[in-house]
């Protein structure tokens, strides 16, 4: 059984990435989210004092159906 529940999830048909948007169901409110990125082929991390650092490479097309990019 499943504790995950979906917040959003879209597919860039153009690059075939996808990305999930869910959240632990036993968790609180005030709890993460999670996102889990799919078809990417380009990843980084880096650790610093700070904590971790993770840049990912994802298309346009899917930055858009995440409303990641700023109005045209």
Same mark, same amino acid.
């Given at each position: $059984?499943?504790? +995950?529940? *979906? &917040?959003? !999830?879209?597919?860039?048909?153009? *690059?075939? $990435?996808?990305?999930? @948007? !869910?959240?632990?169901?036993? @968790? %609180?409110?005030?709890?993460?989210? !999670? &996102?889990?990125?799919?078809?990417?082929?380009?990843? *980084?991390?880096?650790?610093?004092? $700070?904590?971790?650092?993770?840049?990912?490479?994802? *298309?346009?097309? &899917?930055?858009? +159906?995440?409303? &990641? @990019? %700023? %109005?045209?």
């Amino acid at each position: $059984m499943s504790t +995950k529940a *979906s &917040l959003n !999830y879209c597919v860039d048909e153009a *690059s075939g $990435m996808a990305a999930h @948007l !869910y959240e632990e169901c036993l @968790l %609180p409110e005030d709890a993460p989210v !999670y &996102l889990t990125l799919i078809g990417v082929e380009e990843v *980084s991390f880096d650790t610093t004092r $700070m904590g971790t650092e993770v840049t990912v490479a994802i *298309s346009r097309g &899917l930055a858009e +159906k995440l409303n &990641l @990019l %700023p %109005p045209k």
